[in-house]
């Protein structure tokens, strides 16, 4: 049985930083795409980042460029966010899903195939 946990959500103020982690359990290998999506309240779901099973490649949606990083720890079965210079409009649920090995990365929520139950993220103005 596949779970994905996510952790380190919280309250911030705008300027600061979280780093968000995604412990991973049940996958059969590491070799999966792994990715961050987001949903603020009466919005729809929106990718944030995405990385493949090496980390050789990284999708990042233009609003967080230059503030947030998407790293992984293929031997801790760990993904994580690295979200700087926070804004109030970063609010959301943050949640990480998991991709059936592929080649390529993806940002299209469709394609993955297990997701985390989210964490919340708050950035107060």
């Known amino acids: 049985q596949v779970q994905l946990v996510e952790s380190g959500g919280g309250l911030v103020q705008a300027g600061g930083s979280l780093r968000l982690s995604c412990a991973a359990s049940?996958?059969?290998?590491?070799?999966?795409?792994m990715g961050w999506f987001r949903q603020a309240p009466g919005k729809e779901r929106e990718f944030v980042a995405a990385i493949s099973w090496i980390g050789a490649s990284a999708l990042n949606v233009d609003s967080v460029k230059g503030r947030f990083t998407i790293s992984r720890d293929n031997a801790k079965n760990t993904l994580y966010l690295q979200m700087n210079s926070l804004k109030p409009e970063d609010t959301a649920v943050y949640y990480c899903?998991?991709?059936?090995?592929?080649?390529?990365?993806?940002?299209?929520?469709?394609?993955?195939?297990?997701w985390g139950q989210g964490t919340q993220v708050t950035v107060s103005s």
């Open positions: 899903a998991a991709r059936k090995p592929s080649v390529t990365v993806s940002s299209n929520g469709y394609e993955y195939d297990y």
């Open positions: 049940g996958l059969t290998n590491s070799r999966y795409n």
